[in-house]
Structure formats: structure tokens, C-alpha cells
């Protein structure tokens, strides 16, 4: 029996005199960052049970699959939920963050819990959880932020690792006075992290520099949001990239750059990568569509695209794609840090410096990369599979439980149309957020369900999910993958 529009509310296990066992994917083609190929797929409890050419469905819920892919939920490495930042709080917490991450398609995101200068990782972690039990809608796992390269600090990292499945560690070389910390702390970090099993993520950009260009830019009269990017040229994000890798380079040390926004920081990545360097780089659909021009648009609309590193030239979008395929690049992270123009970025309406960094783009990450990569050519299925949810599932310890499709694995599932279309607009997204960097953009292709531990939370538009029935995740000791 195919079903499908009336799946939503996951109910119906029990239909008629029969009880059904399990849940049936039919008539798919599943893809993997390794496979395309066509067969059925049995849910049984949260787990994928049988995968085989075809599977008999008088026992089963059936899901259809037709026509369709079926792919690994996403899993979006790189959230800011319920995160206090720029004088306000990001807007989406773990309720409505995950919500419309589900409804785009992601299944797991790993999220950022803040440590504060003197105190201790332990407490940042314990505040991180409290933010998402019993709201998050999918699962969640967590990096860490590294605020101080105090020793308790330092001799916090393994207890992290080996007892509270956190297997990542971020420290900002930007946001001075805030979350800056210095080339001591970086340094400290990589060594800790790379004898104890810990992946350093870095925020590369030269914020002393920043500092110096946002200060005599603001004492000119130049307050309008492009400025923003014209105070942190590429340079700025160029040379901290190669500090960082040579940084870790000198400690032995992973490290994994985060948000990468321009050609320059990529080709320091290729560049380490061709000293043999365990070095992994992340980039983000803001970094695919938008442009430098988008800060000038009237009426403050340009503040919407105020993130940082900022927006470039439009000719890096092709560099970085290219690096994505060439697998330069090794991860897709939404970088989802959401704010209203109305009442948060209007903070800065008279002082681009004020105006609260990040935008809304959890929803869109899937979207936006299957349709600049797969749609327009350049990425094949598996590449996109292996970017959007393999890779990051690898690097962050939740492999192959999560990302992938495979007997055994967690039933997190992504079933993508590719013949239906959507335009996206801030009118329909699931997202809190007043606005959408990606507005007006048609996607060929979307999610028909998405199933979340083997239950249906997005059945076309259709939240189907439950608030609190995401799990944390623990994520096991980072050892360098060949991605
Ligand atoms: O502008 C951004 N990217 N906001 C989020 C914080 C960060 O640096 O990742
Ligand atoms: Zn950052
Ligand atoms: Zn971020």
C-alpha cells in the first residue's frame, strides 16, 4: 500500500486488523557519498533494519519513494542556536532552529556552546544543554568554544572528550574584545587537542587588523553595512588562515577552518593539504549565492548580509565550489546565526560595527547546495551527500551512525524530489528570522519527507516532528578521516 500524503503524524503503525512492523522506503534511488543505487529500505524502531532490491510491504508502513532520492538526513556542522551575541540572542533557539532544519532536510546539526573567559568548559557544555533538552525536534551533538588558555582550561579538553562526547574545539582570531583570543591560546588548543583526540576549529581572520580598519572607517562617517566588509578585506582572512595552519602545522595538530569565504584562505587550505597537513575546510551557502553588491542595497537591506567573514566578490563563489568538488573543501555548514532587521540588526543602523553578525540559513543549506552544485553541474550526487552530511558526520564523531545509509545506522533519512520546485522567501521559511539572505531564489528539487530516527518530522510542508524528541549525541574522539 503507498501512502503518501497521509504519513504526517507518524501514527499509523497500526492500520486495520494488521499491525505493521516496520516502515518501508519504496521505490527509491538511495545515494550515498559512495553509491546511487536503486532499492528499498526497511525502518525498523529508530534503525535502518534491511536495505534490498525490493522488499515485501504487507507487513510494513510504506513510504514512497518513487521517482525520488533517498538520501542521508543532512548534517549541518556549524549552528549558533539560543546563542547571545552582538548585544542580543540569536533568534532561532533549539526549538525553532531545529524545526527548520528538519523541514530543509537536516536530521543532526552540531551546535556551538560558548565557553566565557574564566570559566569552566564543563559549565559552558551544561548551560548548552539546558538550552536544548526538551526542545530540540532532531538530534544535536556539540562543539566547543575555547575562550581561555587558562590550564584549568587546557586540562578540561580531555575530560571533554573522553566522558562528555565533545570532540571539537573553536577558537575565534576575530571579535576583539569579545571572543578574540590570542596565538598563545590557539597554540595551547592545537597541542591539547591533538594529544588527547580533539579537532580545533578556527574562526580565521586577523581581528586586531579589523579593529584598526572598523575604528578609523567609523571616525571618517562611514557607517553604512558594507563597510562592514570593507573593514575586513580578504586579506584579514587570508593571512589568519595561514597563521592558524601553520600554527598547527608546528603542534602536530588537525585543524578545520571554519565559514571559509574567499579563494584566498581556500588555497592556504590546499597549500597545507599539499604538505601533507591534516587540515579540513568548511564553507556556506551565504558563500555560493551572495556578493559583495548585496551590501549596498537600499534601505538597510544590506545589513542582512553583515556575517563575518563577510561576503565577497562574486568571483570566489566559483573558486569555492570548485574547491567542494575537488574535495579542498570538505564540509557544508550552514553557519546559521539568525537575527531580525527589525529590532536586532537594527542595531546598527547608524554603526555597521553594531549591527549583530549572522544570518538565517539552516533551512536553506541543503537546498542551496544541491541546486548551485548538483542542478548547475558541478557537484555529482555523492559529492553532495558526502559535503551535506558524510563528511561532517566523519569529522565530528557521529559516523556511521549518522550519515549514511546503512543497515545498522540511526533511520535519518532525507527524501528529496528533485522535480518539485520552491521559491524561497522569509514568508514561508520555518525560520524565526524576518529575513532570508537567499529570497527569491527557485530550488529545483526538495524534500518529500524527512524522517528523524525513523520517524516522519517533515512530510512535504508539514512539520510533523515533536518538540523534545531530538537526542544529544555524543560524538566519538576526532582521528584524521580521508575524506
Ligand atoms: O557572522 C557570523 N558568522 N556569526 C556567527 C559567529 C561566527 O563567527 O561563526
Ligand atoms: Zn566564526
Ligand atoms: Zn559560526
Not at 213 to 232: C, D, F, I, Y
Request: hydrophobic share 40%; with cysteine.
Amino acid at each position: 500500500m503507498v501512502c503518501r500524503r497521509s504519513l504526517g503524524n507518524n501514527a499509523p503503525l497500526v492500520w486495520g486488523p494488521f499491525r505493521k512492523l516496520g516502515t518501508l522506503i519504496r521505490g527509491g534511488t538511495i545515494v550515498t557519498a559512495t553509491d546511487t543505487y536503486h532499492a528499498d529500505v526497511l525502518i525498523e524502531g529508530e534503525t535502518i533494519a534491511t536495505i534490498a532490491k525490493r522488499i515485501s510491504d504487507d507487513k510494513h508502513r510504506v513510504v514512497d519513494a518513487s521517482d525520488a532520492y533517498v538520501f542521508p538526513g543532512g548534517i549541518d556542522p556549524h549552528t549558533h542556536l539560543d546563542m547571545p551575541f552582538g548585544g542580543t540572542t540569536t533568534i532561532d533557539d533549539f526549538e525553532s532552529g531545529t524545526r527548520a532544519a528538519a523541514m530543509g532536510g537536516t536530521t543532526t546539526i552540531v551546535d556551538f556552546a560558548l565557553h566565557t573567559r574564566g570559566d569552566s568548559l564543563a559549565n559552558a557544555l551544561r548551560t548548552w544543554h539546558e538550552k536544548a533538552k526538551g526542545k530540540a525536534v532532531i538530534d544535536y551533538a556539540f562543539h566547543l568554544t575555547i575562550a581561555d588558555g587558562r590550564s584549568e582550561t587546557m586540562a578540561e579538553i580531555p575530560k571533554m572528550i573522553t566522558d562528555e562526547g565533545v570532540n571539537s574545539f573553536k577558537v575565534f582570531m576575530a571579535y576583539k574584545h569579545v571572543l578574540q583570543v590570542d596565538d598563545e591560546t590557539i597554540f595551547k588548543t592545537l597541542q591539547t587537542c591533538a594529544k588527547h583526540g580533539g579537532l580545533v576549529q578556527v574562526h580565521a581572520e586577523n581581528g586586531d587588523v579589523i579593529e584598526v580598519l572598523t575604528k578609523q572607517a567609523l571616525a571618517e562617517g562611514k557607517t553604512e553595512p558594507k563597510w562592514h566588509a570593507m573593514t575586513r578585506p580578504v586579506e584579514c582572512e587570508g593571512e589568519a588562515t595561514h597563521r592558524a595552519i601553520r600554527l598547527a602545522e608546528i603542534a602536530g595538530a588537525p585543524l578545520y577552518v571554519v565559514h571559509v569565504s574567499s579563494a584566498m584562505a581556500a588555497d592556504s587550505i590546499s597549500d597545507g593539504r599539499k604538505r601533507g597537513l591534516n587540515i579540513y575546510g568548511e564553507t556556506c551557502p551565504q558563500y555560493l549565492v551572495c556578493e559583495f553588491g548585496d551590501y549596498e542595497r537600499p534601505d538597510f537591506q544590506g545589513a542582512k548580509y553583515v556575517l563575518s567573514p563577510p561576503i565577497r566578490d562574486k568571483w570566489n563563489q566559483d573558486v569555492l565550489l570548485k574547491k567542494l568538488k575537488n574535495l579542498e573543501l570538505h564540509a557544508f555548514g550552514s553557519d546559521h546565526c539568525s537575527f531580525n532587521l527589525c529590532g536586532q540588526k537594527d542595531l546598527g543602523r547608524h554603526d555597521f560595527s553594531k549591527i549583530p553578525n549572522g544570518a538565517p540559513t539552516i533551512e536553506d543549506r541543503i537546498a542551496i547546495l544541491y541546486e548551485v552544485g548538483v542542478n548547475r553541474g558541478v557537484l555529482g550526487l555523492n559529492s553532495f551527500v558526502a559535503l551535506g552530511s558524510t563528511n561532517p558526520a566523519k569529522l565530528f564523531g557521529l559516523f556511521p551512525r549518522k550519515g549514511t545509509i546503512a543497515v545498522g545506522s540511526d533511520a535519518d533519512i532525507l527524501i528529496w524530489d528533485p522535480n518539485a520546485t520552491r521559491t524561497i522567501s522569509p514568508k514561508t521559511h520555518h525560520m524565526k528570522a524576518d529575513n532570508n539572505v537567499f529570497e527569491g531564489m527557485t530550488i529545483k528539487g526538495r524534500p518529500r519527507y524527512v524522517l528523524s530516527r525513523g520517524k516522519i518530522v517533515a512530510d512535504g510542508n508539514i512539520f510533523t516532528g515533536e518538540k523534545g524528541a531530538g537526542k544529544f549525541q555524543k560524538s566519538a574522539r576526532f582521528f584524521p578521516v580521508q575524506l
